[in-house]
């Protein structure tokens, strides 16, 4: 090795040393290692300790961990963020998802007053509000009308192929996440009202609504309009139209009006098409767990699970067959996913309440706790499989208690 290419080699070192040393300086712990006792070694670098922070269990697996599951999160964080003159958006689809077949998710911003264009698309849209005020319409196939106000906590669902918009209110606008029933869902293969009119001759707009061809051929380019500004509009009764026929059933539905599963340690709201008729492709759960407290090893016999994490922090480990085991942290933006029927808990790790969402491409909400089930098993069969102790044994539960300690 010449003397250059030794200096440069020294450099890069020292370098990486520097920056493991300036990113350990910046908090008051030392930066974490990936060992425990008997297993693992230093890591000289070059590193990002910040996100080895963010995913300890990652950077040092629990010993239980084995195999090679797949990547189980991703997070909105790393998600590449389309800005428009009217607010934000951003997605987690398959492409950035691997995992996820399913369900495909975007988080959006409108401004006070902007709009999402009037638009449609093939899969179906489930939402919950996170921020802010909104006004929601929605046409049916038979012509029926629907326009709502939602807040914080509040969902929508529009089935598949109705059109709708979603308009920012004031003070602040709006915040809120979108999931849908497909993972190759993609916001920009949507159909807008306004390329419609763009790519139509305006000799068959004219036929088509009966009013002079020069009345056609200004419509702004649709890039002008997907989410754009827009003078807020009146009170709720002034968008309702005159004579129109409602929807049967709502597209919207207040969530944080359900009456809770409630335990010592968080609370439950399951909303799937028993509660809100329309959403029948989607399954939603709003988990709360307190500090300290986790949501109980269980899962779901009917379908994948697709989580949001919308406060605090936590760890899920998943569990699938052939003793294959997973760990992972989460926190505020994140997007888990729970492949089927695979075993699973998420842990409050944090010091505030934990706020995700469970998320299913399913017209009901269905899980099978650990718990339960071992307490409805002849206990000698128990017994032989688990070598329990006898107090183990007498504190299982026969009733499902979703957030323990219960």
């Not at 409108?110 to 921020?131: C, D, I, P, T």
């Amino acid at each position: 090795m010449n003397s250059a290419s030794r200096r440069a080699m020294l450099a890069g070192s020292v370098g990486g040393l520097l920056t493991v040393a300036t990113a350990a300086a910046q908090t008051d712990q030392p930066a974490p290692e990936p060992r425990r006792p008997g297993a693992g070694g230093t890591d000289p670098g070059p590193r990002n300790i910040t996100l080895e922070r963010q995913n300890p269990d990652l950077y040092v697996p629990p010993s239980t961990d084995h195999g090679t599951l797949p990547n189980l999160r991703f997070s909105f964080a790393d998600a590449h963020m389309r800005l428009e003159s009217g607010g934000w958006t951003r997605q987690i689809t398959v492409r950035e998802l691997g995992i996820s077949k399913n369900i495909a998710g975007v988080n959006m911003r409108l401004n006070s007053g902007a709009v999402r264009e009037l638009h449609w698309h093939k899969a179906a849209e489930w939402a919950f509000m996170l921020y802010g005020t909104a006004r929601i319409t929605a046409v049916d196939p038979k012509g029926r009308n629907f326009v709502d106000d939602v807040g914080v906590g509040d969902l929508w669902y529009f089935p598949s192929g109705v059109p709708h918009s979603i308009q920012g209110l004031g003070p602040d606008g709006c915040e809120f996440l979108l999931v849908f029933d497909d993972g190759e869902f993609d916001e920009d293969n949507t159909f807008l009202l306004s390329d419609w009119f763009k790519h139509t001759p305006t000799e068959v707009l004219a036929k088509n609504f009966g009013a002079p061809q020069s009345a056609f051929g200004h419509t702004p380019d649709p890039s002008q309009l997907y989410i754009f500004p827009a003078p807020l509009p009146g009170p709720l009764a002034s968008d309702r139209i005159a004579g129109a026929t409602p929807v049967p059933n709502s597209f919207s539905h207040r969530m944080m009006a359900q009456d809770p599963i409630r335990t010592r340690s968080g609370t439950v709201r399951i909303t799937d098409s028993s509660n809100f008729p329309v959403s029948t492709t989607i399954a939603a759960a709003l988990v709360e767990v307190e500090p300290g407290g986790m949501r109980e090893l269980h899962w779901h016999p009917n379908t994948d699970e697709w989580q949001y994490y919308i406060q605090g922090k936590a760890r899920m480990g998943v569990f699938a067959a052939a003793g294959q085991a997973r760990t992972f942290d989460f926190m505020a933006g994140d997007v888990g996913y729970v492949p089927f029927a695979t075993g699973h808990y998420i842990e409050n790790t944090g010091s505030e309440t934990l706020r995700f969402l469970e998320m299913f491409k399913s017209s009901y909400y269905a899980d099978v706790s650990l718990n339960q089930w071992l307490a409805l098993t002849p206990p000698e069969l128990v017994e032989a499989h688990l070598h329990l102790d006898e107090a183990v044994m007498h504190v299982l539960r026969k009733t499902q208690a979703p957030v323990v300690p219960a």
